[in-house]
């Protein structure tokens, strides 16, 4: 207790004997202010790595992401623990940037170099595997492969000949004509023929 009572007033006593303009105290307060931030943001990180630790990925997410838009310039241990958790939520490209941002910053003398390096490579081969995924997942999407319903008419305006059963080809000798073979006398399209001409696999008829 005598111990306690002499550490304090060696903490006390000079700031009685420091006369402080209210510049200086204002000063002081915001350097402490911000040391009690930086240092709340240093456990918001730690509890961060403690979740990704056990698995609990999408709590580390939150308590690094606080720590992102929170911290004045990111450390790169932050950088490090944000783009291996992103690998674990499958968020592939996040994951690509933070870790490549982290080994830019520490080269190879990083402390969790080796981990970065073997996570980011199974991250870029999921972003790749994923981008494949996607692509498959826009051409599916293409109306030809889908059966058009026509309405109830089940008739089409032959889009080759736009409904006027001859076909103009331009030629050096003048403009040739040729009945369109596609669509009927009436310059239409059936629905089924439609739709096999719109996949390419209408054949002259
Ligand atoms: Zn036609």
Known sequence: MKQCFIVIALIVIPHF?????????????QI????????????????????????????????????????KSVPSELAYFFGKNSYFLKKYK????????????????GQYYQDAVAVLQKAENNLLAQKKVETAQIAEVLSQNYDIDCGPSGKVICPVCKGSTVIIKAGIF??????????DKHGLLSCENYNKL???ELTEQ
């Open 94 to 109: 996040q994951s690509v940037d933070w870790l490549t941002k982290y080994i830019q910053l520490k080269g190879t003398s």
């Open 198 to 200: 719109i996949r390419g």
């Open 32 to 71: 402490q202010q911000e040391q009690f931030k930086k240092a709340q943001l240093m456990r918001e990180i730690d509890s961060g790595k403690y979740f990704l630790e056990i698995g609990e990925y999408e709590l580390a997410d939150k308590k690094l992401k606080y720590a992102l838009d929170n911290i």
């Open 174 to 183: 003048g403009n040739s004509y040729k009945t369109c073979t596609y669509c």
């Open 17 to 29: 004997l420091l006369a402080q303009s209210p510049a200086e105290k204002a000063k002081e307060y």
